[in-house]
């Protein structure tokens, strides 16, 4: 089954007397269990394909369909399925990992938060953190948390936003082994990046 179908997919923007297209009808498909990388300088189009697949954007034409649902028709639906990382995101200052974990399961409405809270701990490599203060993570744990926090409401597809913005390049193949290991365990994954390194399959933790 297609876990994304993009058919046609047009976006324009006015900036002054400029008409900017950010979406050019595009079109593409993911299968369930794959993962597929958008690579292209800022200013491409990667974000707005993300927030239209995530309902927040209406396109000029074509459409997208997220498990045979289509985005914005069936918004509500979609939202159960799907789940955003950003490398941009923000921390609500004084919690620690886990009474921030709690937060997000309180507002996703997660069935047994305590289980699902100590399952994503453990899925990211957080456990160790959980009594830290969330804001003073490291870059790179902090990429973890935002991870974890989107895994709480048990999401078939991830969209990932740039997860590897501003981290050193130990710190970045860690989440990229992170975000195989999550393929592994049966999420689709569509992520954007403008940055061209591979990954290194050595990195570990």
């Not at 995530?54 to 369909?65: A, F």
């Not at 981290?167 to 860690?174: I, P, R």
């Not at 403008?194 to 050595?202: G, L």
């Amino acid at each position: 089954m297609d876990a994304l179908e993009v058919k046609g997919a047009v976006k324009q923007f006015r900036e002054g007397g400029n008409v900017i297209k950010a979406l050019d009808n595009v079109s593409m498909k993911i299968r369930e269990g794959e993962i597929v990388g958008l690579l292209g300088p800022n200013g491409a189009g990667k974000t707005t394909l993300i927030s239209a697949t995530c309902g927040l954007l209406e396109l000029d034409s074509g459409e997208i369909k997220v498990f045979g649902k289509d985005a914005l028709a069936q918004k509500e639906e979609v939202s159960g399925e799907i789940n955003l990382i950003t490398g941009f995101a923000g921390l609500l200052q004084g919690l620690s990992v886990e009474n921030l974990l709690r937060y997000y399961a309180m507002l996703y409405n997660v069935r047994e938060k305590e289980t699902a809270i100590e399952n994503v701990l453990a899925m990211t490599g957080l456990a160790g953190k959980r009594k830290q203060v969330a804001v003073t993570l490291s870059s790179g744990y902090k990429q973890r948390f935002y991870i974890a926090k989107a895994l709480l409401s048990g999401p078939r597809l991830l969209l990932m936003d740039e997860p590897t913005v501003g981290l050193d390049v130990k710190s970045a193949m860690k989440i990229r082994m992170l975000v195989k290991k999550l393929r592994d365990d049966g999420k689709t994954i569509l992520l954007t990046t403008h940055y061209m390194q591979r990954p290194n399959s050595s990195a570990t933790g």
